[in-house]
Nanobody
Framework: QVQLVESGGGLVQAGGSLSLSCAAS????????VGWFRQAPGKSRDFVAD????????RYADSVKGRFTISRDNAKNTVSLQMNNLKPEDTAVYFC????????????WGQGTQVTVSS
């Protein structure tokens, strides 16, 4: 089982950029599909983007398509989320999550990192 630690959150003005990183421990990280989710105050945790173990398949929420890019480096056990043209509605705690490809639900979670976008 892997463990996940997010970093890179912070405060940015609308239109700015941030890059989040998810560092994983465990030698089998390359077998996992990895995703980013976010949760704004008083709201449910929503899917943002994910990427397959072999970097061949990526998916994005409609709200972030064209602005966010997910990528991974299995040699470094990291997954990144590059966020451009940030909007105040992107403000949330961002969580990294992982699952073995055959599983339906994400079952390994990081502790989250705060992203705040000011208008």
């Amino acid at each position: 089982q892997v463990q996940l630690v997010e970093s890179g959150g912070g405060l940015v003005q609308a239109g700015g950029s941030l890059s989040l990183s998810c560092a994983a421990s465990g030698r089998t990280f390359s077998y996992y599909r990895v995703g980013w989710f976010r949760q704004a105050p008083g709201k449910s945790r929503d899917f943002v983007a994910d990427i397959s173990w072999d970097d061949e398949s990526t998916r994005y929420a409609d709200s972030v398509k064209g602005r966010f890019t997910i990528s991974r480096d299995n040699a470094k056990n990291t997954v990144s989320l590059q966020m451009n043209n940030l909007k105040p509605e992107d403000t949330a705690v961002y969580f990294c999550a992982a699952k073995l490809s055959y599983k339906f639900r994400y079952d390994v979670w990081g502790q989250g990192t705060q992203v705040t976008v000011s208008s």
